[in-house]
């Protein structure tokens, strides 16, 4: 939209606050296998990025290397608890997004690079949590 276009500066300013925040903590949510809201603020965050990213890469080009490493280090201080997986799997989609397109082919191709998605990215999110045995033990066909 145009108006996301005159003000995109502005815009990104802001995204990468949510996604840095470092202050403190907002309040447990009361199921403790929910994200909070800090969590859910930062899911959606990287939903527009990918959005935007996926529908206007020229316009988000300048903004790309900044935001994938930011989603990146967003991405490995994810814990492996359920609560986490909403944001988790976001982060995923939104790197997995910048592989597949043709143009960000070189952020990803150095094998340390490669190294570090396996081993501190796929590796660690393919384990069974204790939650994932006990909902296959109740419901096997889920």
């Given at each position: 939209?145009?108006?996301?276009?005159?003000n995109?500066v502005?815009?990104?300013?802001?995204?990468?606050?949510y996604?840095?925040?470092?202050?403190?903590k907002?309040?447990?949510?009361?199921m403790?296998?929910e994200?909070?809201?800090?969590?859910?603020?930062?899911?959606?965050?990287i939903?527009?990025?990918?959005?935007?990213a996926?529908?206007y890469?020229?316009?988000?080009?300048?903004?790309?290397?900044?935001?994938t490493?930011?989603?990146?280090?967003?991405l490995l201080?994810?814990?492996y608890?359920?609560k986490?997986?909403?944001?988790a799997?976001?982060?995923?989609?939104?790197?997995?997004?910048?592989?597949?397109?043709?143009?960000?082919?070189s952020?990803?191709?150095?094998e340390?690079?490669?190294?570090?998605?396996?081993?501190?990215?796929?590796?660690?999110?393919?384990?069974?949590?204790?939650?994932?045995?006990?909902?296959?033990?109740?419901?096997?066909?889920?």
């Open positions: 939209p145009e108006y996301f276009e005159d995109i502005q815009w990104m300013e802001q995204f990468s606050i996604l840095t925040y470092s202050g403190p907002p309040l447990e949510p009361a403790k296998d994200p909070d809201s800090l969590e859910r603020v930062q899911a959606a965050v939903e527009n990025l990918n959005l935007y996926s529908k890469d020229e316009e988000f080009k300048p903004f790309l290397s900044d935001f490493a930011k989603i990146w280090n967003l201080t994810v814990g608890k359920q986490n997986d909403i944001l799997t976001t982060c995923i989609r939104f790197l997995t997004l910048m592989v597949s397109m043709q143009s960000n082919r952020l990803f191709s150095e340390a690079t490669l190294r570090q998605i396996i081993e501190n990215i796929v590796v660690p999110n393919v384990k069974l949590r204790e939650s994932d045995e006990e909902l296959f033990a109740d419901n096997p066909s889920d």
